[in-house]
């Protein structure tokens, strides 16, 4: 069975740091990327950053040059390093498995990150 257990989130003021981690465990097969998603309330889920295992990354416009994606492909965890942050990053935070089509993706539970002004 296949899990995604994050964490790191909490509440911070702007300015600050912050780091995720998220562990996936089990077997996992046909992985693309691993990434993390937000979603504000009211608002839709959205990608934040991605890694493949080649280490190529993908950041959103909003946190290019503040957040830095990581991963330990041997652990199958990757990490997102949210530095400078600003009150709208309040959000939960999904890490996200994206597989090989037509194999569906795995989505964590979700952590709060709560950045106060």
């Known amino acids: 069975q296949v899990q995604l257990v994050e964490s790191g989130g909490g509440l911070v003021q702007a300015g600050g740091s912050l780091r995720l981690s998220c562990a996936a465990s089990?077997?996992?097969?046909?992985?693309?990327?691993m990434g993390w998603y937000r979603q504000a309330p009211g608002k839709q889920r959205e990608l934040v950053a991605t890694?493949?295992?080649?280490?190529?990354?993908n950041y959103a416009d909003s946190v290019k040059g503040r957040f830095t994606i990581s991963r330990e492909n041997a652990k199958n965890t990757i990490y997102l390093q949210m530095d400078s942050l600003k009150s709208e990053a309040t959000a939960v935070y999904y890490c996200?498995?994206?597989?090989?089509?037509?194999?569906?993706?795995?989505w964590g539970q979700g952590t709060q990150v709560t950045v106060s002004s």
């Open positions: 996200n498995v994206q597989r090989r089509r037509p194999l569906p993706d795995y």
């Open positions: 089990g077997s996992i097969l046909g992985i693309n990327a």
């Open positions: 890694i493949t295992s080649g280490g190529n990354t």
